[in-house]
């Protein structure tokens, strides 16, 4: 396949470094630029997509792209089922049934129970509560960014670009284009833009998911503090589900 | 300790998407979408730097070519681009129009996704308490 290249910049996953295997994330640049004629860089979310020069091939990027980030969505789908199952399971849930994301989820969730007749959660839970803790925290503050800031669109074709799209959270477009552009450029612009904001889409749902999950199992398996402590265990769930669903597509 | 920061880390959440609802009425009077062209020598420049598009024909940087404003009661506003001899551009309208649509069927996405994340967050604070 020709080459490509997915990238967002002013968006980190916290623990991950793609986004449904998709948008890798470009890190934040901490230099300094001694040019004073150097254009700014944008604070905005910026997706960029690069694409080979041949139409068909380029297009055949952007379906496979979008093919997997539908995968994502179900994966997150999957991911709200599962958890709205063991909410309605409740206490009732066996531990020696689960396996995977579901088994780790609901022993993170029993260190958090005062009565929990496995002992007190030793050092290396501790660490691990408290690393899902900053990364909820570092998500939560991404998806706010995505919230308050527009969302930019960049698609290159052949190492040109294009169009440049700046989309605000109720949807206003606000697109550039070198003149003359030929149309399939033009169309594989607008399937960029597509996949961009389907992507952002997907991320500000995941804080949905996470919170009406943790709401669910807070309820039936009484965790003092409720569902607000049970928020960094339900959004590694979350993101377990997503990897395992992601593992699956790559051995098939 | 954990969990005040965590509930602050929610309200902060909570309160900012908050305030984008709040702010919905304004937000949502109305869609509107520009549709600018650069020529090749600017490109570099309009593309890479910040996205400012309030001063781009103002700077001669780039042109507004099309623009299409839908208000909330149902009013619009278009204009259409022309070539030097006042004919229609239709590639660059044909453009527009698709981006239009893209615009709406986001638009209606991101609100009922925005505002189910705020909803949850605010549930979550509600039930801690917060």
Redesign the interface.
């Known amino acids: 396949m020709a080459e490509y290249g997915f990238s967002v910049s002013g968006v980190d996953l916290p623990g991950a470094n793609d986004l449904f295997g998709v948008w890798t994330m470009v890190p934040k640049t901490t230099g300094v630029s001694f040019d004073a004629n150097a254009p700014a860089a944008p604070a905005d979310p910026t997706w960029r997509v690069q694409l080979p020069e041949s139409a068909e091939a380029a297009q055949a990027i952007l379906q496979t792209q979008g093919l997997a980030i539908r995968r994502g969505e179900s994966a997150l789908a999957q991911a709200e089922q599962r958890l709205a199952r063991l909410g309605h399971a409740g206490e009732s849930v066996s531990f020696a049934a689960l396996a995977g994301p579901e088994a780790e989820l609901l022993r993170a969730l029993n260190t958090l129970q005062p009565s929990v007749s496995f002992g007190l959660p030793g050092k290396e839970a501790i660490g691990e509560q408290l690393e899902n803790l900053a990364q909820w925290r570092s998500f939560l503050d991404q998806v706010r960014n995505m919230v308050t800031h527009y969302a930019r669109v960049e698609t290159e074709v052949a190492g040109v670009l294009v169009g440049q799209t700046s989309v605000g959270w109720t949807g206003d477009f606000e697109s550039i284009w070198t003149p003359g552009v030929a149309s399939a450029s033009m169309r594989l612009h607008h399937q960029s833009v597509h996949l961009a904001l389907a992507s952002r889409l997907a991320f500000i749902r995941m804080v949905t998911i996470v919170a009406t999950g943790a709401a669910g199992l807070a309820l039936t398996l009484s965790i003092p503090g409720g569902q607000l402590m049970a928020l960094p265990a339900v959004w590694k769930f979350v993101r377990d589900v997503l990897q395992e669903m992601s593992n699956i597509k790559s051995q098939v | 300790m954990?969990?005040t920061?965590?509930?602050d880390?929610?309200k902060?959440?909570a309160s900012?998407?908050a305030a984008?609802v709040n702010t919905f009425v304004a937000?949502?009077a109305s869609?509107?979408?520009?549709?600018?062209?650069?020529?090749?020598d600017q490109?570099?420049?309009?593309?890479?730097?910040?996205?400012d598009?309030a001063n781009?024909s103002i700077e001669a940087r780039?042109a507004l070519r099309a623009y299409t404003k839908v208000a909330f009661e149902g009013d619009t506003v278009v204009w259409v681009p022309t070539d030097a001899n006042g004919e229609v551009n239709k590639?660059?309208w044909d453009?527009h129009q698709?981006?239009?649509k893209?615009?709406?069927e986001?638009?209606a996405?991101?609100?009922k996704?925005?505002g189910?994340?705020a909803?949850?967050?605010l549930?979550?604070?509600g039930?801690?308490?917060?």
Do not use: C, H
């Not at chain 2, 490109?43 to 996205?51: C, I, L, N, S, T």
């Not at chain 2, 039930?127 to 917060?130: D, E, R």
């Open positions: 954990a969990e920061s965590l509930q880390a929610v902060k959440f900012d998407l984008k937000d949502i869609l509107e979408v520009y549709t600018f062209t650069t020529s090749p490109a570099a420049a309009v593309f890479k730097g910040p996205a598009f781009l780039a590639s660059v453009l698709t981006v239009v893209q615009a709406m986001n638009r996405q991101m609100i996704t925005v189910d994340a909803a949850s967050a549930k979550a604070l039930v801690a308490g917060g």
